[in-house]
């Protein structure tokens, strides 16, 4: 097992990852259909939250209770999980900028690569936390800031070498389009082949980092942007996944709680054992390395450069995607 979801709180933590899972499908519908819903999702709430978020952190400097025993300030003040939610919502409003091709950025050629840059950033961001849990923990436990055990080992260094050859693993940088009714920002040489590698190695990021948020943040969250790709959406993955994650995170930061096992009979843990972690990284690390193997195979084979051309041209996934665009 890699979670503790048995026992008397069962059927709430499924119930809880169903309804996590269903929530984030339909608001990343509401986002992708209309401008109107793009701009409420990733400028109006974030500004919002900001506003929020920034009144909590003065009023804990000035010592009010209400911000000191504030949930958000107690459960969610590593620098993680800000990063995380303003690298997301950026990513969706530059992609809102390329596919309703606004201003002069969204009509010059060389912002197409923003998805690439924007995407890099975010899987650093992963990269440099697991590093520092190996850092701090090599070869015991230690306790972050918001009060979660935490362990340190070759897990975390493997996981994190697998992010860095996740970012080579995105292809066709400038390859990106907007669809016919421009609801999407497509991104077609973004395939099964980049997909998986990304799940395998998030999942595992959060599985060692992250391991009371796993079963939400390291299932739900991933699956809900590749099951769109896969039925409905395809070629909009990227779109997805950043469109749900910032969701997740504006929810996660407010409502902590919901995820706080002290507090929660939805909260799930992971087992935090060092061996199912390892097992974990080995199988993220392994993945990655086979994805960029197979990229530098197709690569070579059609006489491109996999980074400034598209090199799964001819494939399923990327004629279904380009069927899509205008």
């Known amino acids: 097992m890699l979670f503790q979801v048995y026992g008397g709180n069962a059927l709430y933590q499924w119930l809880g990852w169903a309804l996590v899972f269903v929530a984030l499908i339909a ?3 509401i986002s992708r259909r209309s401008k109107v819903g793009g701009l409420l999702c990733f400028v109006g709430i974030p500004a919002a939250l900001t506003v929020y978020f920034v009144s909590i952190y003065v009023g804990a400097a000035m010592g009010a209770s209400w911000a000191l025993n504030n949930p958000t300030y107690t459960e969610m003040n590593g620098w993680f999980h800000y990063a995380k939610l303003y690298a997301a919502t950026a990513g969706c409003i530059g992609f809102m900028i390329l596919k309703y091709g606004w201003g002069k950025l969204g009509k010059v050629h060389w912002f197409k690569c923003f998805p690439f840059i ?29 009060g979660v055990t935490l362990m340190g080992g070759w897990f975390n260094v493997f996981n994190g070498v697998a992010g860095l050859i996740n970012i080579f693993c995105m292809t066709g940088w400038f390859g990106i389009y907007a669809s016919k009714g421009k609801q999407d920002m497509l ?5 099964w ?8 190695w998030n999942f595992c990021y959060t599985y060692n980092c992250l391991p009371t948020h796993a079963w939400y943040c390291g299932l739900a969250l991933l699956l809900a942007p590749t099951f769109a790709n896969f039925l409905w959406n395809k070629g909009g993955w990227i779109q997805n996944r950043a469109a749900t994650l910032a969701m997740w995170c504006m929810f996660a930061q407010v409502f902590p709680l919901f995820l706080d096992s002290k507090h929660s009979r939805f909260a799930v843990n992971s087992v935090n ?16 390395i086979g994805a960029l ?3 530098l195979y197709r690569a070579k084979k059609l006489g ?23």
């Open 187 to 191: 991104w077609p040489d973004m395939t």
């Open 27 to 29: 608001a990343n519908e």
């Open 304 to 326: 491109v450069n996999p980074w400034m051309k598209e090199v799964f041209k001819g494939t399923r996934d990327y004629d279904q995607a380009m069927a899509r665009a205008e």
């Open 193 to 200: 082949v980049f997909i998986l590698a990304y799940d395998l």
């Open 293 to 295: 193997a197979y990229i």
């Open 118 to 146: 924007i995407v890099a950033i975010n899987i650093l961001i992963a990269v440099v936390s697991d590093f520092e849990s190996a850092f701090r923990g090599w070869g015991t436990t230690f306790v972050s800031s918001e």
């Open 273 to 288: 054992n060092y061996n199912v972690n390892l097992a974990v990284s080995v199988v993220a690390l392994a993945v990655n």
